[in-house]
């Protein structure tokens, strides 16, 4: 009788422990889990079949968000006035916060700790050039089983280069998937 005691107690915990683990693992010893992509992304406002958004909540997934299936799965789209290209932050839905931009001097080599406080970030669009670099908090969402929620995460993104010609953009982003975890660095 005492062996299903213990049986019964470690079924209860799974889904406990599934949960805390998709949320930054609390438990796992200041593990951060860095992604590092190279993404081309069209201009929204040309005409285009690529994706015009980056997702770093989806682990730097490329978006369409102008398409309903992926509407509000982005934290940062591409658009252009003439031939400035911006990039254009999500801007949240409801109670929950949109995505944020900081400028930066460091570099994905050596990225440091993002900003935590949500007042250093942007909340609008900001004109991108060649080489610019930036901090990215990402947006706040309706949360999900194994999703961060109303917790950022957090990035640096370099802009490769700009062709306006075609309007595409090619970013390089580093992203900690760890729940609300600033640190970018290896």
Not at 98 to 117: C, I, M
Not at 130 to 137: E, H, K, P
Not at 156 to 172: E, K, T
Request: net charge neutral; with cysteine.
């Amino acid at each position: 009788m005492r062996a299903v005691y213990p049986v019964a107690l470690t079924l209860l915990l799974l889904p406990a422990l599934a949960v805390l683990g998709a949320c930054g693992d609390p438990f796992g010893a200041n593990q951060n889990l860095i992604l590092l992509d190279s993404v081309k992304l069209a201009a929204v406002n040309v005409s285009s079949t690529g994706p015009t958004a980056i997702d770093l909540v989806l682990a730097n997934a490329p978006s369409h968000p102008e398409q309903p299936n992926e509407a509000g799965q982005w934290d940062l789209q591409v658009r252009m006035s003439g031939s400035t290209f911006q990039l254009v932050p999500n801007p949240g839905s409801g109670v929950y916060r949109g995505a944020g931009l900081v400028k930066t001097t460091r570099t994905l080599e050596d990225p440091g700790n993002a900003p935590r406080a949500s007042d250093a970030y942007t909340r609008t669009a900001l004109t991108v050039a060649a080489g610019d670099r930036f901090y990215v908090q990402s947006r706040q969402y309706q949360p999900v089983a194994g999703g961060c929620g109303t917790v950022p995460k957090y990035g640096i993104l370099s802009v490769v280069s700009l062709v306006p010609d075609s309007g595409v953009v090619h970013l390089a982003v580093k992203s900690n998937q760890a729940c609300d975890d600033e640190r970018l660095g290896g």
